[in-house]
Each structure stands twice: as C-alpha cells, then as structure tokens.
C-alpha cells in the first residue's frame, strides 16, 4: 500500500507510480463496463460528496461496492438529509481549504480523487467573488497537492462546460476552444482549476482528467437562491407559482441527467486515454428555457404560467449545446437518460423528500434579484 510520506513540499521520487500508470495500455477507451467492476474494493475521495452531483455518485460508488467512499464537505451548500447513509460511506465534516481536514482524509489513502467540492455558482460568485477564489482556486489547488503528495492513481476534476467557453464560440462547443471573455468570478475560477490540473499533470505527472459538465440536473439537487433552473422551476411549479424566465424564452441550454454525468465520472476515473486530457459531459440536445418551463409545469399540474423577469446581466449565452465527441472517443461515453424522463424522475424525488425540500430551500433576500422577485412578492 502506498504511504502519503509527507504534506508538505514537492519530492521529485512521488512520480514513479503515475509513470508506470500512464505506460499502461490495458485501460483504453471503449464500451467496456468493466470500469464499473474497477471500482470495487477501492477507497475513493469525494470532495463536495453531499451536493447534488456528488451525491449522486457517492451512492453510485456504493452500489458498485467501492470499499470505502470518503465525503469530505463543509455543507455550505448542501443538507444532512441529502448525504447518502451507506455502510461504505465515510463522511467527514470540512474543507478543501483546511489542512487538518484534508490529512484526515487523505489519510485514507485514497486511490481516486472526485474532486467536486466548489463554491457554486455564477450569481453566488458576483455576490461573494473572494469566497469563489478561495475555494474554487485555492481550495482545488490543495487538493491537487494532497492528491499529488499521496500519489493517488487518478485525480478527476469537475469543470464547467456552461462557464468556461464564454459567449462567443461557435456551436456544438468543442474542447479545442478557449474564451478569454469569462463574465462571472466563477467562469475564471473553474477555468482557473482547469489551468492547475494542466499544471499538476505537467509538471508532477499527476494522472488529471478534466470533465466539463453542462447544466447538471436530477434527484439530489435542493432548489435555492443559487441553484439551477431546473429544480427552482419545479420548486415554484409545486407551490402554484408562475415560473420566472429571466430574459429569453428563446435561450436554451445543454440539460444533462446527473446519473449520466455520473457515469461519465466513473469512466474518467478509470480509461488511460482520458489522463491529461479535458472532455465535455453533455446530453448533445438543446431545450428552450420557455419550453421547459411549460414542460415543468404541465407535469406538475402547476396552472400559474409563466413569466417574463429581467435578464441577468452575467448571462452573456442565449444557446448551449456541447458535442460530447470527445468523451464518446475516449471513455465511450453516451448519454442514455431521455429529457422527458429525467424530469419526471426529478420530480417524483421532489415529492417523496418534499417536507426536507420545503425546510431547506433557501432564498434569503439577496442579489439575485430574479428569483427574490419571485418568491418574495
Ligand atoms: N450543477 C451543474 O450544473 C454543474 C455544471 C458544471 C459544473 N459543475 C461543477 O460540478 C461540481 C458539483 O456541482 P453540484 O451541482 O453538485 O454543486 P453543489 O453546490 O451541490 O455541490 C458542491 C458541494 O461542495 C461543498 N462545498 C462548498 N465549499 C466547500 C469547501 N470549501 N470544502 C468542502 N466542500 C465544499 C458544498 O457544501 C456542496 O455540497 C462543482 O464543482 C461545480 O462547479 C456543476
């Protein structure tokens, strides 16, 4: 078993197992699932754990009978209800910020990192943009040092496909493009994570795969303030209230099931021609913000309509829509989940967790004046 020798400083003789690791051809991409059989036995770090898309994966890593999953978050964002309750689930209280809470979890000796903790997303970062750097940049460039430090056999980031390609690029979005025209603290920072990653594989050898998540939604994502359209509409749409579009009904986004993002992380985790390299996890379809909304509340049987509310001024994108090429070549990745479907299995986790959902739910008045004109009048 590997030992973490030291938390401090950068020893050179750390490399050799990411050395051997990147020789070894067994493990190319391809339809295979014996990545799901990889992680069995293994003891596996989840920064960010309770939040909607980690916990998600937790639960998946669980069912595939990983040995051990540690939860590392600070549940800034995130509620005891929503963190998976499993035998072989480990969840420790603290930050990706804080050396004490990471040596108690890279302690472990993980062998895969998820690294999902962040400080999320755009609104939250124009209202608090030092606390964005701060975990989103500082924060992930711990871990990738602990993560280096400890030798683990792969580190997977989650980045933002919906941030970092700014408003010009052309469509389907492609990993070759790069935008030097990001419009909120929070587009700079995951692309900022992006940046360390390339740093760590580099320099260190550090075995990095930089997934590119598009618009996340599901079970396990607790509607607020800060949250997504998608459980924010259907929040309103249960409580009989006519369903906010700030700005454009025309706009669309790239909606992706979170259990196919999952599955894109479990392969990231484990195909060698992933290491180094950064790939989008999308579903390859767009859908109008307005036709959501409609969609939402004819399956909640929600009769208040909607309503047309002022544009958020960092919103610079009116369409999203990712090829997902890449990671189809590399991890065989696919996403299975039909629209329709996934926001009927969203809402039916609404109704069975709705007392918690109505008790957590927060939208503090605050600066986000798009949704506080919703809820507070
Ligand atoms: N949800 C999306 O649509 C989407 C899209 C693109 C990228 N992403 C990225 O995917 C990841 C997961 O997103 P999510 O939707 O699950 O977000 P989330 O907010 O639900 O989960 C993030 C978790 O990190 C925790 N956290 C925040 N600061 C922390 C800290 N300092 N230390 C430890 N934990 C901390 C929060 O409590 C929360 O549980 C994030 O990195 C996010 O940037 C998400």
Not at 75 to 93: D, G, Q, T
Not at 232 to 259: C, H, Q, S
Request: proline share 4%.
């Amino acid at each position: 078993m590997k030992k973490c020798a030291s938390y401090t400083g950068y020893g050179t003789s750390y490399c050799k197992l990411t050395l051997i690791l990147k020789t070894d051809t067994k493990k190319k991409g391809g339809n295979m699932s014996e990545y799901l059989d990889f992680y069995k036995g293994k003891t596996i770090l989840v920064t960010g754990g309770a939040g909607a898309i980690g916990s998600n994966l937790c639960k998946r890593l669980s069912d595939l009978d990983a040995g051990l999953i540690i939860i590392l978050d600070n549940m800034s964002a995130s509620y005891e209800w929503n963190i998976p309750s499993r035998h072989n689930i480990l969840f420790v209280k603290g930050s990706v910020t804080d050396d004490i809470s990471l040596k108690r979890v890279f302690n472990e000796e993980p062998s895969h990192v998820f690294h999902l903790a962040a400080f999320f997303a755009n609104q939250n970062s124009i209202d608090y943009p030092e606390k964005d750097l701060h975990v989103n940049g500082f924060g992930t460039l711990k871990v990738l040092e602990y993560s280096k430090l400890c030798k683990v056999e792969r580190f997977i980031y989650a980045s933002s496909g919906c941030s970092i390609y700014g408003s010009a690029a052309p469509l389907p979005l492609k990993e070759e493009f790069m935008s030097m025209d990001l419009s909120s603290p929070y587009q700079i920072t995951k692309m900022l994570g992006e940046l360390y990653c390339n740093f760590f594989y580099h320099h260190y050898d550090l075995p990095v795969v930089k997934t590119r998540f598009f618009n996340s939604y599901g079970p396990g994502e607790v509607p607020g303030q800060y949250r997504n359209v998608i459980p924010n509409f259907i929040y309103w749409a249960m409580k009989g209230l006519p369903l906010p579009i700030t700005g454009d009904a025309e706009a669309t986004r790239d909606f992706t099931y979170v259990e196919d993002l999952v599955d894109g992380l479990l392969r990231a985790g484990y195909f060698e021609n992933a290491i180094g390299k950064e790939m989008n996890l999308a579903s390859e379809h767009e859908t109008k913000i307005g036709d959501l909304a409609n969609m939402i509340n004819e399956l909640v049987g929600n009769k208040a309509g909607i309503r047309m509310v002022s544009k958020r001024k960092w919103d610079t994108k009116s369409r999203l829509l990712a090829s997902v090429d890449r990671a189809r070549e590399l991890l065989g990745y696919e996403p299975k989940t039909p629209f329709e479907q996934g926001l009927r299995n969203t809402i039916q986790w609404f109704k069975d967790n709705w007392e918690n959902i109505e008790k957590s739910a927060d939208f503090p008045p605050g600066s986000s004046s798009a949704v506080r004109e919703q809820v507070t009048e």
